[in-house]
């Protein structure tokens, strides 16, 4: 007759998530990852200054290189990454 | 008569700056301001190539903002550091 203890232990690894939540689970884990995506990609934006060392981090861009995420009508060749904080 | 006018008078704006690609170009007129005059303190006022900057501050600040600014470098209080 296993222990009081073990009881617990097992019916707490049957029942530590609701498999129908499932869809719940999946759905909610996208948008925090998308959010933290987006908010990421706005905090090493070019027009976000971090330290004083980068006063102005839009000065690194070349003429032929574009920030944008969508564009329309425009064509640039290489897309601008932040090298330093 | 409109030929003479129009050889008296290029229309020209300021070109496509890639740090500035959106419809905000606050700080494209701010930053041609504030290089205009660093160009000025580093290489004198007769360097031809500075009036590039002067000629884009003009086209994109609005007149108010070059009159508040040329007060308050008058005054000493311009917030941006103007060293080259």
């Known amino acids: 007759m296993p222990a009081p203890q073990q009881n617990l232990r097992r019916s707490l690894m049957k029942n530590w998530f609701a498999v129908e939540a499932i869809p719940i689970y999946v759905i909610i884990g996208g948008v925090v990852v998308g959010a933290s995506w987006y908010l990421g990609r706005l905090a090493t934006g070019s027009q976000v200054v971090w330290t004083k060392k980068n006063p102005t981090p839009w000065n690194t861009i070349k003429q032929d290189e574009g920030t944008k995420l969508l564009t329309v009508n425009q064509k640039f060749e290489k897309s601008w990454s932040r090298d330093t904080l | ?84």
Request: glycine letters at 4%; aromatic letters at 16%.
């Open chain 2, 1 to 84: 008569m409109s030929e003479d006018l129009q050889s008296k008078y290029v229309i020209q704006t300021v070109g496509f700056d890639a740090r500035f690609p959106n419809t905000n170009q606050t700080r494209n007129c701010f930053q041609n301001y504030t290089d205009y005059f660093k160009c000025i303190t580093a290489k004198g006022e007769d360097y031809a190539p500075c009036k590039q900057f002067k000629k884009a501050y003009n086209s994109l600040c609005p007149n108010e903002w070059i009159a508040k600014w040329d007060e308050q470098r008058e005054a000493g209080t311009f917030p941006a550091s103007l060293e080259p």
